[in-house]
């Protein structure tokens, strides 16, 4: 029989740099929620000049351009994004940004390439409210699911 469901306890979000997936993931930590990356096929007008009617095709698909993620924004977080900034910007030849979503109940994990933003952005503030902020990663290429790789705390 299969699971009711899965709980998102435990979920890991992690980072990491290389031309193909990397095998170590850096763990980015008091993650709130990570946005999802949905596929969209486009569609591509096949109509001939005697349809009356348009006719289509499926063509590539698109992802969502950006990908929020909430973070609880500390100094211990800020230090974090920082250095993936910094990873960023310490990229050379055909080395990319990758981020895994992490699961603890399933083999598999969710992969993608993404870019951070140039600059951390500021968090809307209220009062007596947990201070977060979100980032927006700009999805490069979606990867899928594949070999789940837990994400470490930095050393």
Do not use: C
Request: without cysteine; hydrophobic residues 40%; glycine residues 8%.
């Amino acid at each position: 029989m299969a699971l009711a469901g899965l709980s998102t306890l435990g979920v890991k979000f992690g980072y990491g740099t290389g031309a193909t997936k990397p095998t170590s993931f850096t763990e980015l930590t008091r993650i709130n929620a990570i946005g999802g990356i949905s596929l969209t096929s486009e569609s591509i007008d096949a109509s001939a000049l005697t349809d009356e009617v348009t006719r289509r095709i499926a063509g590539r698909a698109d992802t969502d351009e950006t990908l929020p993620v909430t973070v609880n924004w500390t100094p211990d977080t800020l230090t974090e994004w920082e250095a993936v900034l910094t990873a960023y910007e310490g990229l050379t030849g055909n080395a990319e940004m990758w981020f895994t979503v992490y699961h603890p109940k399933m083999t598999k994990g969710w992969f993608f390439k993404a870019e951070p933003p140039k600059k951390l952005p500021m968090p809307e503030l209220s009062q007596n409210s947990l201070l977060t902020v979100e980032i927006n990663l700009v999805v490069t290429d979606y990867i899928g699911m594949d070999t789940a790789v837990t994400p470490t705390a930095a050393t």
